[in-house]
């Protein structure tokens, strides 16, 4: 059978996108070709927001049968954190038969080279981003994010990771020619004369461990960069956010179909309950690279025991943000707060850790007590989340009960500067919908130290009352040394601080946003131009995107001979 | 006081060979700075032949001091395979002391940036350079290689694989830009915008542990890929090669401290006999990233417990080659047999199993059966290394004991196509010199099999029988995906053969030469075009040079605040 999709067709299609995002990871400018607002979605065969909803309204309840090879049984059971009964059923593999199918095709796959295989993958995407309005459904009904960020995060930006991905394999693979001559001088005898063919060759199949806060931002990068490299990419999804990644894997074994590839080289694994498929699947040897994103204690179990793979990993981290200072009391206010609320602090990037000297900080204010300060803080999340549906739009849900539990015990660690309260979500009333708490601790208290040492995640917020600006720096030195950190803020108007900061930043390999008062936050990236991550410190052994995170997932395979 | 090396004299001597080398590993054409002629030195600073002999004498009983901090005693004992005891004593280090002060430079030497840090690193290279006569000697006097081939591989190709690695290392840091202005568009308000900084920030500690064989053109790559991207490096030689490395440290700390850098940013960590200190200073948390050339045992023992540093590692393999029919049987004969001489086959790249269908082969020369092309071979050999003079030239000396137990043991292993002959040095007559033994298998004894299927280090190779071309690939596949392999050659002028060689080595990533029948031999690769080892199958985790062996040794971290 011809391919329906050309290679000439694809690359006139998408060469010029690829070049572009090439363009930016040198530049790190802003550019995205995803728009982020949903009424732009609705033309050229993209849904719009009504034809979305219909499209994730018709998933539910049904079975989606995949074609994949070795289906033993049909499995499922999400459970919206909004209350719903999603219905859909997914294929469960017998990985015996499964992962040997998903090599069949790797052949065709490597020697469609760097290029074709680039156009391929923006192909998926662009089917992906066309049904945008159907995956922030599937996204917010899964991750329990509100509909704006589970549009936004789940589509556009994923999208933007995943061509970002694409964009650093590809340029890691050209960086070789394909083939070259080589002359060695020999004095007055002939030359040294040999022909050099250079080949990318994959390591194997890719495995992919979703989370269950970001099905999509958090799959797409490794998903992207392992199947721009050459390699099959099986994905594991978590049992509670399966949807968005099965229709990702349905996209993508369309389009590697109609461009004339096997469409096994993209599988699902979704799993039983309690079944641990991931522990199975990360230690066959035909499994040569994971992603991961979730608990340290897999993490560190994927990297002690999956030895044959390649593992990259996001785990738990302590986010911290110093206040020291600020020239824009309000604007450090606001911004603080919307970083604590969006999403109920479900992100591996919210602030946790609030070091705030006991003696109170400077502001545009006049000086503040680190009593005012907690006091302020929490009336910038009461005004923030003032109104029940703007609340529900920026807090979504919580996304299980274990977050729910955590937050419910938070509260007994110290004096509740603001309490959580439960807000009732006009749409969705079975929905978990909770406010952050913010508790004041003391670093001077071991238990205080204590609580504030290990992830919380979810919408908990610690304001911890530290001696000094170096105190506060020491205590963000070794956080994140030991805890490892996605993310670090500071406010200060002190050229001293912001330099103690700064070495603390170096020293230990962690990203640091200052002083932000505006429309950015501490815990959103933007892809092609900020890290993900540092991949240098214990939250995460690599950084979305950049050259480490591709260059191993294949290798240069060099086959010489005489001219 | 004033840097005695500035940047812009650093810049102007260095950077144009920086830029040609850049150049170079794009297009993988021949290109070296170092010339392989001994005679091409003695100009402009550097030692010609007689002077480099005295500068090397002149270190013969003495005590290298390096000016280390924590020396706590002087060891040594190096006996050059040539007989000469070297008497040269090295500092030994209390590590907790060492340690420490190797990080105390490191904020300079990362704020000096990727430029300057590469041009540190090619002076220090052009003064080692410089030496290359004095190297060739301490190269020859401590892995036995014969003294042109010390100097060559010792001298300019190991420069040259150092001056790969920093290319490597500066490509990648400047991937992205030192800083970058983000504006994203916000519709009718006002844009986001963001100044962005980017600092590559090291590891830490960078450790090499250097061997036996080949102590700087194994060294050199991770020495200076790490230094390069900003990490400390302590160099722990192999106890029977440490003066090569010795003197490279001594150069790097000098060119350091003229520079205005701490030299303790360069370090040697030499050993008493048999204190294994490479297993203690693996585990240390200073330690972040480790390169490692040796036995498997070992370099798996680092993979699986230097948990918290990037592990590079070579280890053992078994090199196959395919002999299945060739256009100039001379031309490989010759080929062959030198590749098995070359420094009576002690290198990780040299053949160890040939495999020749029992049917016998097509030739130019006509059909030629197993056991003629065992003949011819074997003559071939002979013809090479009939003259002692001119044999042990190309031999060298035998490394260690276990070498020459292993050659013992191997001549019971089958029957005997060319026995190994001792030779008498006639410089040294100390010296164990052996011919290379080749041993006739058969794929079919179950016996046979399990002896080719290990790696025999020295100078032994078997010329196995195989069933057809078929068999062939089917053994070469399974010995480079249970052995690995370092290098893989085969003969042939069947087009379908050549096309299931080239199959079987692009599916288990492994370096193929076709047809080598001139004066490049398949154990022989050079920088800046050929890739040593694929880091795809068991032999070795990493290839020099490419992007993957550099790229996670530093990490980006970005500061980002409103402009």
């Not at 979305?52 to 919206?80: H, M, N």
């Not at 004095?187 to 004369?193: A, E, F, M, Y």
């Not at 991931?278 to 991961?292: G, H, K, N, S, V």
């Not at 450090?332 to 591996?348: D, R, V």
Request: aromatic share 6%; proline share 6%; glycine share 10%.
């Amino acid at each position: 059978m011809a391919a329906a999709l050309t290679a000439p067709e694809l690359t006139a299609q998408h060469r010029s996108t690829l070049d572009r995002a090439l363009e930016t990871i040198r530049t790190r400018a802003y550019w995205s070709p995803h728009p982020e607002h949903p009424k732009a979605y609705g033309e050229g065969g993209s849904l719009d927001l009504a034809a979305g909803k219909a499209a994730f309204d018709a998933l539910l309840g049904t079975r989606l049968d995949l074609g994949q090879p070795g289906t033993d049984d049909w499995v499922g059971g999400e459970v919206s954190p909004y209350g719903v009964e999603l219905g859909v059923t997914y294929p469960h593999a017998d990985v015996d038969v499964l992962l040997p199918a998903m090599l069949a095709g790797r052949r065709a796959w490597r020697d469609a080279g760097p290029e074709l295989r680039a156009m391929v993958c923006l192909e998926i995407l662009r089917r992906i981003a066309d049904r945008t309005h159907e995956f922030a459904h599937a996204v917010m009904h899964t991750s329990g994010q509100a509909f704006m960020m589970a549009f936004q995060a789940g589509g556009p930006h994923a999208q933007d990771r995943g061509l970002e991905a694409v964009a650093y394999a590809y340029a890691e693979q050209v960086r070789t020619p394909r083939t070259a001559e080589w002359t060695k001088p020999q004095g007055k005898r002939d030359p040294l004369v040999l022909t050099k063919e250079f080949t990318a060759v994959p390591r194997g199949i890719g495995l992919v461990v979703g989370c269950n806060t970001f099905p999509t931002w958090n799959g797409y990068p490794g998903l992207f960069a392992s199947l721009a490299t050459g390699n099959a990419v099986l994905v594991k999804p978590h049992p509670r956010a399966v949807l968005p990644l099965a229709l990702t894997v349905r996209i993508a074994r369309e389009v590697l179909g109609e461009a004339g590839f096997d469409p096994n080289l993209v599988a699902l694994a979704a799993e039983r309950p309690g079944e641990g498929i991931a522990r199975t699947l990360a230690t066959r040897p035909e499994i040569r690279i994971i992603d991961y994103t979730g608990s340290t204690e897999f993490g560190d179990w994927l990297e002690a025991h999956a030895r044959q793979a390649q593992v990259y990993t996001e785990k738990a981290g302590v986010n911290t943000v110093i206040v020291e200072s600020t020239g824009n009391y309000r604007g450090m206010l606001a911004n603080l707060a919307f970083s604590l609320s969006l999403y109920s602090g479900q992100m591996c990037t919210t602030p946790q850790n609030l070091l705030v000297p006991r003696d109170g900080i400077a502001t545009d204010q006049g000086p503040k007590s680190f009593d005012e300060v907690a006091a302020d803080l929490a009336a910038a999340v009461d005004k923030l989340l003032g109104d029940d549906a703007r609340a529900t739009g920026i807090l979504g849900a919580i996304v299980n009960p274990g977050v729910r539990q955590r937050l419910e015990d938070a509260a007994g660690l110290g004096e509740v500067a603001l309490a959580s309260r439960a807000i009732v979500h006009p749409e969705f009333p079975d929905a978990t919908v909770r406010s952050p708490l913010i508790v004041k601790l003391d670093s001077a208290k071991p238990a205080d130290e204590a609580a504030c040492a290990t992830e919380c995640f979810g919408p908990v917020s610690f304001l911890v009352a530290v001696d000094s600006a170096e105190h506060a720096v020491e205590l963000l030195r070794r956080s994140v040394r030991e805890q490892g950190a996605m993310t670090v803020g500071a406010y200060t108007t002190d050229a001293g601080v912001e330099e103690a900061v700064r070495e603390a930043c170096l020293d230990e390999a962690a990203q640091l946003s200052l002083n932000l008062t505006g429309g950015v936050y501490v815990n959103q990236t933007a892809a092609f131009s900020d890290f993900h991550g540092s991949g240098g410190n214990p939250a995460a052994n690599a950084a979305l995107c950049d050259g480490a995170f591709v260059a191993d997932r294949f290798r240069m395979v060099e086959i010489r001979r005489e001219a």
